[in-house]
C-alpha cells in the first residue's frame, strides 16, 4: 500500500478559534482513519498556516507517495474551482511523481445530506 | 408523531450558484428523510431568500408543531453564537406553541469527521 496522507483545505480566518475548529477537525479524522491513510493534515488557503504549498511540503518530505485533498468548503465558488486546483498544479509541476487526488468539495459530498439528517435526529 | 419540519440554515451568497447548492442539498435532504421529519426547508440569513423570519413563518403556516433548526456553518462565529439564536427568539416570542431545537453547527457535527473519510476513500 503506498503512502497516502490526507489534506483538508479549509478557507482560513482571521477569527482563530475557527481555525482551531478546523484543526481540531483534523485530529479528529487522524483518530478514526482507517489503514488507507497514513496521515491527515489540515492547510489554510489564506489567512491561516500553514498554508496549501507549505502543508504540501511538508506531506512530501514525510514520505507521502499519494496526497488526497479534500476542500473543505460549502460551496464551489472560485477557491474550489480555481485556487485550489492552481495550488496543486504547482506543486505537481514541482514533485511530479507524488500523486494528487482533489475530492469534491464538502457541500457536493455524497453522503452530507444523511450527516445533516443525523444531527436533526440528535436535536438538543 | 408531531409535524416536525427541518429548517437548514446557511449564510447566503452574493453567488446565486452558491445558494443553489443550498437549495439542492436541501432537496437531496428531503428525498432521504425519514417518517420522522415531514418537510425540509432552507433559509439564508442575509443576501439570499427566503430569510429566516420569512422561513420560519411558512413553517408554522405549514402546520409545524416542531421546527428542528440546522445551522449550515463551518465555524461557530458570530452568525452561529447569535444571529441564528436572536432569530429563534424572536420566532418563539411570536408563536411560543411552536418546539423549536437549534442542533450543532456542521463544523461541529459529530459525524462529519466520518464524512470527510468517507469522500477521501473515494478519490476521483
Chains 1, 2 share one sequence.
Do not use: W
Not at 10 to 39: F, K, P, T
Not at 64 to 80: R, S
Amino acid at each position: 500500500m503506498s503512502n497516502r496522507h490526507l489534506l483538508i483545505i479549509a478557507h482560513g480566518s482571521r477569527r482563530q478559534a475557527s481555525n482551531d475548529e478546523v484543526r481540531q477537525l483534523g485530529e479528529r479524522v487522524s483518530e478514526i482513519r482507517g489503514a488507507g491513510i497514513a496521515q491527515v493534515a489540515v492547510a489554510f488557503l489564506e489567512l491561516a498556516e500553514p498554508g496549501i504549498p507549505e502543508a504540501l511540503a511538508r506531506c512530501a518530505a514525510q514520505g507521502a507517495e499519494e496526497i488526497i485533498v479534500f476542500p473543505y468548503f460549502l460551496a464551489a465558488g472560485t477557491h474550489v474551482a480555481n485556487d485550489i486546483p492552481e495550488a496543486l498544479t504547482e506543486f505537481s509541476a514541482k514533485q511530479p511523481q507524488i500523486k494528487l487526488h482533489l475530492t469534491s468539495h464538502l457541500g457536493a459530498s455524497a453522503t452530507l445530506a444523511q450527516t445533516i439528517l443525523d444531527v436533526a435526529s440528535q436535536p438538543g
